[in-house]
Every structure is written in structure tokens, then in C-alpha cells.
């Protein structure tokens, strides 16, 4: 047994005592899975004894909270590197609208079963239906499988009390979980009705505010390394990491924010310039002109001044976690790579005015291992750069607040493990 799954049985047993208001969330007849996240809505003093028993805990290495307007939520790091994700409800909003009552559940939506109080059938039903649908999502497969696998008799009952409490028609219950999204704007009218405008008005607010705490969620993680040493890997392997176990929306990026296009897509347009660029060898470019070597590196420039801010719109305040494969540290140790010739120490200088990413990993590997992997660089460029990026982010360590850490990369277990490790410092 997992020291999460541990936790979860000892959390359970301590909201058995709890005496304030509260309500788990589960999405089954089980009161809850060892395997999902925890959902529990509860009033404020509940939700300050349960941070109170997190502090105490002895299976916890670390936790944070995050606090929205209508929730808080709870990222739990156990000793045993295992992960569980607390959302601390206090009313249910999405964006401008309360789509479900807070009140009305902790009063009769609820029932006593082992000694916890979890939600009713119907309401199970209701709060599933309305998250998925006002999230644009279609319903998970595991939940329509309990709710069709139930009686007629208690199919038909839910149906009906769907029905009545959003206003909606629909042949069956099976019709209105496969095709949720298509009653999206019949919901949004029917709860419009059961929130007045000035209601709508001080939720959208909140909301915006809300906005700006997704940012403690966005993290940018770049990887780094000479070609062959395993990055590209180990990126994928660390992104399936975080959307499985950690649940988290990710999106990977190469190189650089990529708002302008590679240039060479002026003369062979995007799909073939993209086509080229992943067939050339690395560092075959032949550009030895620094006027030339001038406009090409600000014009990629220009790309991170700008592309940052629309990343920052498009993604950071959207609580993503961003993986880049490769970073602006290229420019500073391998201009050649993009048929650049400039001095190292301009590139370095103007780092000053790019986003700094949480955290960044360089990949190395001895070279006999990475010409094992790819015959894409000498010896000698192996070595060379590997020694540039060591000493790049051994300065960059010291002298700035975010992680710059080289890690030897032999064994993609054990990397990931100090990858993961160190996700968990930035948490």
C-alpha cells in the first residue's frame, strides 16, 4: 500500500469525526477511489480542519495550497514520491454562473454511508452532467457505465429529476450523457435564469481575479542537451508523468514560442521549411556573415519578446505546464545550430529580457553513449558543447532564483525520478 493510498484511508476516517458540513464528491456509489483526485464540499471551518490535519500528517513530505474565490486547492507530495490533488469546494461557479447550490446539497443532497457523508445519486448525477458539459467535455466513460448499469426504475427517476431541476428534454438518460455537450446552451440559459445579473457580474469578477491564481499552477520547464543525449525522451515520458499522475493540461513547444515562422518558410512555405529543417543534420548551416547572423538571431529574438506574452495568454493563464524542447540557452551555447554566428556573450546579455522559465534541465551522456544514440556530431562538438551548457548552468545557478540543474542521462528511470523530484520543489 502506497502512502497515498494510506493517507486517503486516514482522511477518511478523520472526516468520519469531523463535525462541521461537508459533502464528498465521488462520481460512483463508492464513497471514493484510491485512484482519483478528492473532491469534498465543505464550509470554511471545515476546510481550515482539514488543512490543520494535512500539517500534522506524518505520511506528507510537502503540500501547497491554492485559493480561488469559490475553492482551494491542495497539492499533496507524500514521502513516498506518491501524489494526491484536494479540491476544497465552497460553491460551485464556472466563470460567471453558480451552476449548482452549495447550501442546497449540505442540507438534503446528501447521505450518511460508512459513517461519511457523501452526495445522492441525483446530485452525483447533476454535478457530473453539469461539470463535463460546461467544460465543453464529454462525460468520462467509468460514469455513464455506473449510472446506465442502475434499474430502469432509478434511470428513469434521475432522468426526471434532471429534467426538473435544468429545465431540459431528453428521450433517456443514456441520450443526455452521450450527447451532453449538445444541451450545453439549454443548461446556460436554464442556470442564467437562477442567476440574476448582478450575481453574474460579481461571479465574472471573481473570476478574473482567479485568473491570475492559475499562474501558481503554469510552470515552464525547458530540456536541453547536445543531440543524442535523450532529452526529446525524456520530455515525453515526463509529460505522460504529469497528465496521468499529476492530472495536469500540458503542451510542448520546440525551441522557442514560435509566433513568427522558421525563415526559411518564406522561401519553401511552413509544412515543407518544417520538413527540411527535421532532415538537415544539426550545425551544417554555412552563415559566416555577422550582418547576416545579425537579422537571423533578431529575428528569432523578436520571437521570444513577443511569442512569450501571447504564451503567457494562451497558456500560462490557463494553468498549463509548458515543456520546451530546447530553450533560448541554444543561442548562447550552439548559435551555429541555427546558422548563427555571434558572439556567445550578447546572447547571454540579452537573456536578461526573456521569460525565465521555473525550471531547467540540461541532458548530458559520456560520448560514446550518445554516439550510440545518434552519429549526428563529432566527438569533439559532443564534448565542446556538453562543456558549455555545464558551465552555462552551473553560472546561471548561482546567480538566479529559478533551478538550472545538469543531470547525467544514462538511466531514463532514474532521470525522470530527479526530474520529477525536482517538479516537486517548484510545485
Known sequence: MSLREKFIEELLNFLRRVQGKYAILAKSDLPISTESDIDILCDDETSKEIISYLEKNYTIKKFSVVSYSF???IYI???????????????????????????????KGTNIKNGLSILKPEYQLLYILLFYTLNKKPIKAKYMKFFLSLPESKKTQLLNFI?????????????????????????????????????????????IKDI?????????????????????TILLNFKEVLEKKYRRNVITLRHR?????????????????????????????????????????????????IGQWIVFAKYRLRGYIILYDRYYFDFIVDSKRSNININPNLAKKLYTFIHKPELN????????????????????????????YLTLFKELNRKRPE????????????????????????L
Do not use: C, W
Open 71 to 73: 475553492m482551494k486547492t
Open 77 to 107: 507530495v507524500f514521502k513516498d514520491n506518491s501524489f494526491l490533488e484536494i479540491d476544497l469546494i465552497q460553491r460551485f461557479i464556472r466563470k460567471n454562473l453558480e451552476y449548482l447550490s452549495s447550501e442546497e446539497i449540505l442540507q
Open 163 to 207: 429534467k426538473k431541476h435544468l429545465n431540459i428534454n431528453s428521450s433517456s438518460l443514456e441520450d443526455l450523457l452521450k450527447n451532453n455537450i449538445s444541451f450545453r446552451s439549454k443548461i446556460i440559459n436554464s442556470l442564467k435564469k437562477k442567476n440574476p445579473i448582478h450575481k453574474r457580474i460579481k461571479f465574472l469578477i471573481s473570476y
Open 212 to 232: 491570475k491564481t492559475n499562474l501558481h499552477k503554469s510552470k515552464v520547464i525547458t530540456f536541453n542537451g547536445v543531440d543524442g543525449a535523450g532529452k526529446t
Open 257 to 305: 514560442p514560435s509566433l513568427l515562422p522558421i525563415l526559411s518558410a518564406i522561401k519553401y512555405g511552413k509544412k515543407e521549411a518544417e520538413k527540411r529543417t527535421l532532415q538537415r543534420p544539426p550545425r551544417t548551416g554555412e552563415n559566416k556573415s555577422f550582418l547576416s547572423s545579425i537579422l537571423r538571431f533578431s529575428y528569432y529574438y523578436i520571437d521570444y519578446l
Open 361 to 388: 534541465i540540461f541532458l548530458y551522456a559520456p560520448t560514446e553513449i550518445i554516439l550510440s544514440r545518434k552519429r549526428e556530431l563529432s566527438s569533439k562538438d559532443i564534448e565542446t558543447l556538453t562543456n558549455k
Open 403 to 426: 533551478i538550472y540543474v545538469s543531470i547525467e542521462n544514462i538511466n531514463k528511470q532514474e532521470t525522470l525520478k530527479k526530474i520529477e523530484e525536482l517538479f516537486q520543489e517548484v
